[in-house]
């Protein structure tokens, strides 16, 4: 029975070692890539329904499938800042001398 309960606590005391290593990582570095975290979800990637604003206590729509959260309209639910694809195009300037 002693090795067993020493079984027990070692593998107890690995899952804390690995939750502690893991929790030192995220205060870190709290999201992975080049993004930070959306401001208007706080990195959720939901935010609370707009079928929530005239509900008398019964929540649900479409959007949210009763849930109260749909995706967040700033990250599109990932979560994170996403980049906007934006092109410029430079003109060479027409020389008129003439």
Known sequence: MFPAV???VATGL???AGAVLV????DQ???A???QRC??????GRITCICTRWSD???GCRTCAGSGRMACSSC??????RPIPVQISVRQPTNRNS
């Open 23 to 26: 929790k030192t990582v995220m």
């Open 29 to 31: 570095k709290p999201m």
């Open 57 to 59: 206590g019964d929540i």
């Open 39 to 44: 401001p208007t979800c706080n990195g959720t």
């Open 33 to 35: 890539g080049p993004f």
């Open 6 to 8: 020493l079984t027990q």
């Open 14 to 16: 690995s899952v804390l």
């Open 76 to 81: 599109g639910g990932s979560g994170t800042g």
